[in-house]
């Protein structure tokens, strides 16, 4: 993927919000940021999942600030 990939002022990368979850709800949280919560003796995760990472705006999948990450809703160049 090279620069030319990307349009000027396109969303690449959002940080995961309600709106994120209505339109993706079977979106994959496994490797991101997640809210905790604590048991008696440990750490467990939210159900469901209060997310704190990056999401694509294009297909949902976790990724970093930059949106690097294979979109399949991007068009090949």
């Not at 997310?51 to 979109?71: F, K, L, P």
Request: charged share 20%; glycine share 8%; with cysteine.
């Amino acid at each position: 993927m090279s620069l030319s990939d990307y349009q000027l002022g396109e969303l690449l990368a959002v940080g995961w919000n309600p709106e994120m979850a209505d339109r993706f709800p079977n979106a994959d949280h496994c490797g991101c940021r997640q809210e905790m919560r604590q048991l008696v003796d440990r750490w467990v995760p939210h159900v469901p999942a209060r997310c704190v990472g990056y999401h694509c705006n294009r297909c949902g999948a976790a990724t970093n600030s930059y949106g690097h990450h294979s979109c399949p809703d991007r068009v090949a160049t």
